[in-house]
Nanobody, 120 residues
Framework: QVQLVESGGGLVQAGGSLKLSCTAS????????MGWYRQAPGKQRELVAL??????NYADSVKGRFTISRDNAKNTVYLQMNSLKPEDTAVYYC???????????????WGQGTQVTVSS
C-alpha cells in the first residue's frame, strides 16, 4: 500500500505565496509521474502541474506563477505558488504513479487534499 501526505495549504491574501508538499511512503519501488491537481467547488478536478522524470507541464492558468519540483530521494513533490489569485482557491490534490516491489506496472495514488484559499 502507498500513502501520499500533503501539507502546506492555508489562507493567503491575493498576491501572496504558498508552498505545498506531498510525500509518498509505503510499498514503493519506483515513481514515475508526480503532479498536482485542484478542484474548486462545483467544478471538475483539473491538472495544475505535472512532472515526469525529465519533463514538466503546467496548466495555462498557472504558467509563470507556479513551479513544480521533486526530490526523488525523498519521494516528495512540491508546488511553489506565487502571485496567488482568488480563482486559485480550491482543494489541491497530489497524485503519484507508483510501482510497488511486487508489480511491474504503475498505479495511480492520490493524497487526501489540502485546502488553499486566496482572499481578495
Amino acid at each position: 500500500q502507498v500513502q501520499l501526505v500533503e501539507s502546506g495549504g492555508g489562507l493567503v491574501q491575493a498576491g501572496g505565496s504558498l508552498k505545498l508538499s506531498c510525500t509518498a511512503s509505503g510499498n514503493i519501488f519506483s515513481i514515475n509521474g508526480m503532479g498536482w491537481y485542484r478542484q474548486a467547488p462545483g467544478k471538475q478536478r483539473e491538472l495544475v502541474a505535472l512532472t515526469g522524470r525529465s519533463t514538466t507541464n503546467y496548466a495555462d492558468s498557472v504558467k509563470g506563477r507556479f513551479t513544480i519540483s521533486r526530490d526523488n530521494a525523498k519521494n516528495t513533490v512540491y508546488l511553489q505558488m506565487n502571485s496567488l489569485k482568488p480563482e486559485d482557491t480550491a482543494v489541491y490534490y497530489c497524485k503519484a504513479d507508483v510501482m510497488g516491489y511486487s508489480r511491474n506496472y504503475f498505479l495511480a495514488y492520490w493524497g487526501q487534499g489540502t485546502q488553499v484559499t486566496v482572499s481578495s
